[in-house]
């Protein structure tokens, strides 16, 4: 093989491979992608799926624990408001959304 031959055939096989090197190049992005999705995006949107049902699910009666560490009891719904009681004789009107959780049944507040 001469030195003409080598050069042609290195040539022929540089313009034959670009596509399937724009493929391979791409490939670790596509893996990196989808790798923040299932462990970043995808936890993220059930968490907020699963809140935003416990805060449409609210009803009077019901013991929450707010954003700001308030402990109270829903004793009135008012569209994007609450109002809590939060001790005899006193109630406090918050944001629907400053409802951070539940009060499970074993606490006592």
């Not at 609210?58 to 013991?63: H, M, S």
């Not at 109270?72 to 109630?91: C, N």
């Amino acid at each position: 093989m001469t030195f003409d031959q080598a050069a042609l055939a290195v040539l022929f096989a540089a313009q034959s491979s670009p596509a399937s090197n724009g493929l391979i190049a791409f490939l670790p992005l596509a893996i990196i992608m989808v790798i923040f999705y299932v462990l970043l995006i995808l936890p993220a949107q059930r968490r907020q799926k699963k809140t935003q049902a416990m805060l449409s699910a609210l009803k009077t009666g019901d013991k929450v624990v707010t954003n700001g560490g308030i402990y109270g009891t829903i004793v009135a719904l008012d569209g994007d408001a609450i109002q809590l009681r939060i001790a005899e004789q006193v109630k406090v009107k918050v944001a629907r959304s400053a409802v951070q959780s539940l009060q499970s049944e074993s606490k006592e507040g």
